[in-house]
């Protein structure tokens, strides 16, 4: 039986059919935080991101797909999300054991990322087949393809939601004209969510941002009707609201890897506070040892809990 609050995210989406909405539903009703309208996913598409030895050397046992997914299990994330080989390796001996995200698209690091453009690696058909209950999909606003990444997103989308399936956007900034520091301003970290959210995403991953504003006309904006932006708590806020008003779930990622565990609790601390809806960790829970990683996760969903201040 769905919560008010799950029945409450539910009614955003009033335009999907009752098969993607049963999928969001099982997401927001699984694991620890099931039921509370907060999320904490596992995303492992690092090894095709960014290397064997880059993702798995600092904790060998992550070589092993299935340590992933059983991870996911045993710390009680909603959801775990991986490329196509990945979930092949698990799907048939976990399956029902925890919703799965098929990442639809990919790219390595072996050209220079300025522009990064990822392929297309599996379909709907795929995350039908290995019983997903979402797709997932990333696009870079303000890289030079950006617009073939959105006209793909779009086809997915639908093709997704005809079958039943949630979807998952990851709205990352990145090339063209932008800064490196721009790749983060609270500015055009805000104008990501929104453009995801416009590209019909059920769940909208992005980053966490600086103060920093790389837009001189939104600085402008900023300035004028004086948007607060000086906390990480207010920059989640209103990185929410950029995804229609709060009615669309804005889940953050953990970023690069941090030694210091309350330094990824602390930002925890701000995406509750700032009425984000949770985490998407990879690299900050499976490159530490697995107590160490089980500790870690199960601290941030009692944050999202509202059991641990």
């Given at each position: 039986?769905?919560?008010?609050?799950?029945?409450?995210?539910?009614?955003?989406?009033?335009?999907?059919?009752?098969?993607?909405?049963?999928?969001?539903?099982?997401?927001?009703?699984?694991?620890?935080?099931?039921?509370?309208?907060?999320?904490?996913?596992?995303?492992?598409?690092?090894?095709?991101?960014?290397?064997?030895?880059?993702?798995?050397?600092?904790?060998?046992?992550?070589?092993?797909?299935?340590?992933?997914?059983?991870?996911?299990?045993?710390?009680?994330?909603?959801?775990?999300?991986?490329?196509?080989?990945?979930?092949?390796?698990?799907?048939?001996?976990?399956?029902?054991?925890?919703?799965?995200?098929?990442?639809?698209?990919?790219?390595?690091?072996?050209?220079?990322?300025?522009?990064?453009?990822?392929?297309?690696?599996?379909?709907?058909?795929?995350?039908?087949?290995?019983?997903?209950?979402?797709?997932?999909?990333?696009?870079?606003?303000?890289?030079?393809?950006?617009?073939?990444?959105?006209?793909?997103?779009?086809?997915?989308?639908?093709?997704?939601?005809?079958?039943?399936?949630?979807?998952?956007?990851?709205?990352?900034?990145?090339?063209?004209?932008?800064?490196?520091?721009?790749?983060?301003?609270?500015?055009?970290?805000?104008?990501?969510?929104?453009?995801?959210?416009?590209?019909?995403?059920?769940i909208i991953k992005i980053t966490l941002s600086t103060e920093h504003l790389e837009q001189p006309e939104a600085k402008k904006v900023y300035d004028k009707y004086q948007i607060p932006i000086s906390t990480l708590t207010d920059r989640v806020r209103h990185m929410?609201?950029?995804?229609?008003?709060?009615?669309?779930?804005?889940?953050?990622?953990?970023?690069?890897?941090?030694?210091?565990?309350?330094?990824?609790?602390?930002?925890?601390?701000?995406?509750?506070?700032?009425?984000?809806?949770?985490?998407?960790?990879?690299?900050?829970?499976?490159?530490?040892?697995?107590?160490?990683?089980?500790?870690?996760?199960?601290?941030?969903?009692?944050?999202?809990?509202?059991?641990?201040?």
């Amino acid at each position: 039986m769905a919560t008010e609050r799950v029945k409450e995210i539910l009614s955003w989406y009033r335009s999907d059919n009752p098969g993607t909405l049963t999928n969001l539903a099982r997401l927001l009703n699984s694991g620890y935080l099931a039921g509370t309208g907060k999320l904490v996913i596992l995303p492992v598409d690092q090894g095709f991101e960014h290397g064997p030895a880059r993702s798995f050397a600092a904790n060998p046992a992550g070589y092993d797909p299935r340590y992933h997914v059983q991870l996911a299990i045993d710390s009680g994330c909603n959801a775990y999300a991986a490329p196509l080989g990945f979930l092949e390796a698990v799907a048939a001996d976990y399956a029902g054991d925890i919703p799965l995200i098929l990442k639809l698209n990919n790219h390595d690091v072996l050209q220079d990322e300025k522009d990064p453009l990822g392929a297309i690696t599996a379909g709907v058909d795929d995350a039908l087949r290995l019983g997903c209950v979402a797709i997932g999909y990333t696009i870079y606003p303000g890289t030079l393809d950006r617009r073939l990444q959105y006209e793909q997103l779009q086809e997915l989308t639908l093709e997704a939601k005809a079958a039943g399936l949630a979807v998952v956007v990851w709205s990352y900034p990145r090339g063209g004209a932008l800064s490196k520091a721009g790749e983060t301003g609270v500015d055009v970290t805000a104008y990501a969510a929104q453009i995801a959210a416009q590209l019909g995403a059920h769940i909208i991953k992005i980053t966490l941002s600086t103060e920093h504003l790389e837009q001189p006309e939104a600085k402008k904006v900023y300035d004028k009707y004086q948007i607060p932006i000086s906390t990480l708590t207010d920059r989640v806020r209103h990185m929410t609201q950029a995804a229609f008003g709060g009615r669309r779930v804005v889940i953050f990622s953990g970023g690069a890897a941090k030694e210091d565990a309350n330094a990824v609790l602390d930002e925890a601390r701000a995406i509750r506070d700032g009425g984000g809806f949770g985490s998407i960790i990879g690299r900050n829970a499976f490159q530490r040892p697995k107590p160490e990683a089980l500790k870690l996760l199960g601290d941030m969903m009692k944050i999202y809990k509202g059991e641990l201040k």
